[in-house]
């Protein structure tokens, strides 16, 4: 998966309980994404990374913060995980040509938040 | 909002058939367009994309057909095999931003 490692692979845990997850990298690039899969809404942008301390919201960013302070690590935090935050989690890279976004992505975490 | 459309949902189609599945949008500054294939416990994967200055690009059995116009685009997979039965996602760009469609689950059937 184009260097990317996703950990945990599975993840089970209660309601009100905090939760990091983990993206690490071996290609150098600059742009990596994490991003949650449900049924029925296919994608969706959590937030984003554009350089080391360098990050912004997507879509549905609300309930997670991250942080990036190597080039090669992307972290997720669920300060304090719901119900609704059960999902699959990709975290993507970006190759590094601006107008070709292609995007490279983990096998992806399970979580479910009991 | 749902800024990429894609249909259908779901897609059965016998070995040897034509896959087809839609996608429409309504930003006029998506200036590029991939598909993304997803095998089970797998990231999706790209694997065609087209830009909005061409109607139609081809790899393999896999093609893009794109109507600027009406702004709409659509994979068509020729000749499905089994091992094409994987989630479909089409996706549009704007510089700094992909935006996914909902996705199709295509299953071909031997």
């Known amino acids: 998966d184009a260097g990317i490692t996703q950990s945990p692979r599975h993840k089970v845990t209660e309601t009100g309980t905090p939760v990091t997850l983990r993206c690490h990298q071996t290609e150098n690039h600059r742009y990596m994404y994490w991003y949650r899969q449900d049924p029925g809404h296919g994608l969706r942008l959590i937030h984003y990374s554009y350089g080391v301390k360098d990050t912004d919201k997507g879509e549905v960013s609300d309930g997670y913060s991250v942080s990036r302070s190597k080039t090669e690590d992307f972290l997720l935090t669920l300060e304090s995980a719901t119900s609704s935050q059960t999902s699959v989690y990709f975290c993507?890279?970006?190759?590094?040509?601006?107008?070709?976004?292609?995007?490279?992505f983990g096998s992806g975490t399970q979580l479910s938040v009991l | 909002q749902q800024q990429v459309k894609q249909s259908p949902q779901s897609l059965i189609v016998q070995k040897g058939g034509i896959s087809i599945i839609n996608c429409a949008y309504e930003?006029?500054?998506?200036?590029?367009f991939p598909w993304y294939q997803q095998f089970p416990g797998k990231g999706p994967a790209l694997l065609i994309a087209i830009r909005p200055d061409v109607s139609e690009k081809k790899e393999g059995r896999f093609t893009i057909s794109f109507n600027k116009s009406a702004k709409q685009f659509s994979l068509h997979i020729m000749d499905s095999q089994p091992g094409d039965s994987a989630t479909y996602f089409c996706?549009?760009?704007?510089?700094?931003?992909?935006?996914f469609g909902s996705g199709t689950q295509l299953t071909v059937l031997p």
């Open positions: 993507a890279i970006r190759d590094s040509d601006r107008r070709n976004e292609k995007l490279f």
């Open positions: 930003n006029t500054a998506f200036d590029y």
């Open positions: 996706a549009a760009t704007e510089p700094g931003q992909l935006t």
